[in-house]
């Protein structure tokens, strides 16, 4: 057998586990449905297709769209505020 | 019954003593470079603790994308890996806060398909106390205090952060600088304050800066009049697939000793280049693709107005956001250094 030697780990655990929702959606019908735009040019392709979709099938009352100032920049405070305020639902993270 | 561990704990781990199998060892875990490291044995860390006087597991930053906690062990064990000297520990600690500041971005600049390293400066009497190179192939090989830093910052970066290539770390192609980036300024040539007494930073203190740097471009020119000098490097930055033009970001230029002098000769300050040459390198926005342009459009209307193909933007939203350093030895070589964009290079002292 090899001889061996204690080291350290280099890595830190990573905290991104799953949080626990603040509240539970039991559906979407009469929900509000909040979408973070990333700020890339097709976007709002993406998300005016789903919110048709949304609003015609799943009867969801409205959608509120707001953009970041770039792709790579978190989205601001007071855009996290409102949506936080005025949503039962947020999609924060979408490709283009 | 398992005992829950502290994010903040470092575990130890039996591994092989024989160099090679180490070697793969650390590459089948990802806890590397690529590069033969070496081993963080518990007598190592604890010589690299010995040279900073915060506690072994409290928090120094949280490292995104994966928020793993950045002690001041784990920063040694990565610096034991990365070949660093035990004085360079304060160094590499404040690299570690400055990164974990907001304005650096961390986030997107860890998970971007850009290719970002982050460039360590350090500035201050530490730098010949601790025989970091400002001079002669200060961006290249060669100095021990220059090649372990960086390295070591990128070890903390993968290991703490989660930022492993083609995992979260989505760089397309990524860029050598990624495998260490870090020089010293040049004080004793610089006609002008180093930059961390511009930050406000006293000059006999030592300290860093770090920045989002997206790659390092050769400027060779034998101008030796500061107008002409001033419009060939302005004409350099200007890129139409540039992330400072769409973003309006913050540019670094890091200018030979000789350079430096024909400017300061002709009785330019650094604050008067960098005005200069923010105005004179003002790009047409339709030199851009498409694409490019509606992405401008969007990210800085708020901060131009209506843009159009014939707007001139600047590299940068202000004048003082171009970052100049003085470091090399003779030649006629500056170094353009664009940056990520959505970010801003952050100085902080070291303790």
């Given amino acids: 057998m090899t001889e061996s030697m204690l080291v350290y780990d280099p890595t830190a655990p990573s905290q991104n586990e799953p949080q626990q929702l603040r509240r539970s959606l039991e559906g979407l019908r009469g929900a509000v449905v909040g979408f973070i735009d990333n700020a890339k040019p097709n976007f709002q392709y993406l998300v005016d297709d789903v919110a048709e979709l949304l609003t015609q099938k799943y009867g969801v009352t409205s959608i509120i769209k707001r953009r970041k100032r770039g792709a790579a920049m978190p989205a601001a405070e007071d855009v996290i505020d409102e949506l936080s305020r005025e949503c039962d639902l947020v999609i924060t993270g979408s490709g283009d | 019954m398992s005992t829950r561990l502290s994010p903040n704990h470092a575990r130890l781990v039996e591994a092989p003593a024989d160099l090679d199998e180490f070697h793969r060892y650390v590459a089948e875990r990802k806890w590397g470079d690529g590069l033969p490291v070496i081993p963080p044995t518990q007598d190592r860390v604890e010589r690299m603790l010995r040279h900073t006087t915060r506690e072994p597991d409290d928090l120094v930053a949280v490292i995104a994308p994966g928020f793993g906690a950045a002690t001041p062990r784990r920063i040694a064990i990565n610096a034991v890996m990365a070949g660093c000297a035990p004085e360079l520990m304060p160094v590499l600690i404040a690299a570690v806060e400055a990164v974990a500041a907001p304005e650096f971005n961390l986030q997107g600049i860890q998970a971007t398909t850009n290719p970002v390293a982050t460039w360590i400066i350090v500035n201050g009497p530490i730098v010949e106390r601790l025989g970091l190179n400002a001079a002669f192939n200060c961006l290249g090989q060669g100095n021990s205090g220059n090649a372990s830093l960086g390295r070591a910052l990128r070890l ?192 902080r002292e070291v303790a």
């Fill in chain 2, 156 to 347: 903390v970066l993968q290991n703490v952060g989660s930022a492993r290539p083609g995992e979260m770390d989505r760089a397309t192609q990524g860029q050598p600088g990624k495998y260490t980036f870090c020089c010293a300024e040049n004080e004793n040539e610089s006609p002008w304050d180093p930059l961390h007494v511009e930050r406000g930073i006293a000059r006999e203190r030592g300290a860093i800066t770090v920045v989002g740097a997206a790659g390092t471009l050769n400027m060779n020119t034998h101008a030796k009049d500061s107008d002409d000098l001033l419009r060939v490097i302005a004409d350099t930055l200007e890129h139409p697939t540039s992330n400072d033009y769409w973003i309006g970001g913050e540019p670094w230029i890091v200018l030979s000793p000789e350079h430096a002098h024909i400017l300061a000769r002709d009785g330019l300050s650094k604050s008067e280049v960098k005005k200069r040459l923010w105005e004179r390198s003002k790009m047409r926005a339709g030199r851009m693709a498409a694409k490019d342009l509606a992405r401008t459009q969007t990210g800085r209307t708020a901060e131009l107005g209506p843009i159009d193909e014939n707007t001139l933007l600047p590299v940068s939203p202000t004048p003082d956001l171009i970052g100049l350093v003085i470091a090399g030895a003779p030649g006629t070589h500056s170094v353009y250094v664009p940056s990520f964009g959505d970010t801003r290079s952050v100085t």
